[in-house]
């Protein structure tokens, strides 16, 4: 199985950068990858559209038969 790891690096998951987590997951999902992995340490806030893009990325991926993980999550 393909897998990928993303490492967020802000502190917060919010409106200002969750497209550039959906650019991200989006390449991946293009290039076959089946399992991503998220990784959340450095994240210590999620905004409803940080919630909401997490959720959508589950629902594609289950879509399309790849699995996502999320990680360090405080």
């Given at each position: ?24 997951v ?7 990858i ?20 997490l ?20």
């Open positions: 199985m393909t897998s990928q790891k993303i490492k967020i690096k802000e502190t917060d998951l919010d409106i200002s950068n969750v497209s550039k987590l959906y650019k991200q989006t390449n991946l999902f293009e290039n076959k089946k399992k991503i992995t998220i990784d959340l340490e450095r994240v210590n806030y999620i905004d409803s559209e940080g919630l909401y893009l959720y959508d990325i589950h629902l594609k991926a289950n879509k399309i038969g790849s699995k996502v993980q999320l990680i360090n999550i405080i």
